[in-house]
């Protein structure tokens, strides 16, 4: 699978904004997929998970209710809709795909396969 994150962009607190990652090969609908962000000087964590079916998310706590994981897997892509942005979401965010399965959907280093990352500013 080789993925391909896009969407980030200069924002200002509070406004939206739309990652989108897509599987240029691959079998993408078979995979749980994750996006992580990793801000200047910080370990990369994990932000938002979605099964391969699209029936079950799960998200960080600092972006619950304010982000949305979705996918399209007859299009091959995830999205991460986020809203009310602020300026601690600033970050790198990569979109991730994990092929052992949704236990460790939150975890790092079980996902094998990263995109290249999308930066997301969001100035105060």
């Known amino acids: 699978v080789q993925l391909q994150a896009s969407g980030g962009g200069l924002v200002q607190t509070g406004d939206s904004l739309r990652l989108s990652c897509a599987a240029s090969e691959g079998t993408l609908p078979s995979v749980d997929m994750g996006w992580f962000r990793q801000a200047p000087g910080k370990e990369r964590e994990f932000v938002a998970a979605i099964t391969w079916s699209g029936g079950t998310t799960d998200y960080t706590p600092s972006v619950k209710g304010r982000f949305i994981i979705s996918r399209d897997n007859a299009a091959k892509t995830v999205a991460l809709q986020m809203t009310s942005l602020k300026p601690e979401d600033t970050a790198v965010y990569y979109c991730?795909?994990?092929?052992?399965?949704?236990?460790?959907?939150?975890?790092?280093?079980?996902?094998?396969?990263w995109g290249q990352g999308t930066e997301v500013t969001v100035s105060s």
């Open positions: 991730a795909a994990t092929i052992r399965g949704w236990l460790t959907h939150s975890i790092l280093t079980s996902y094998d396969y």
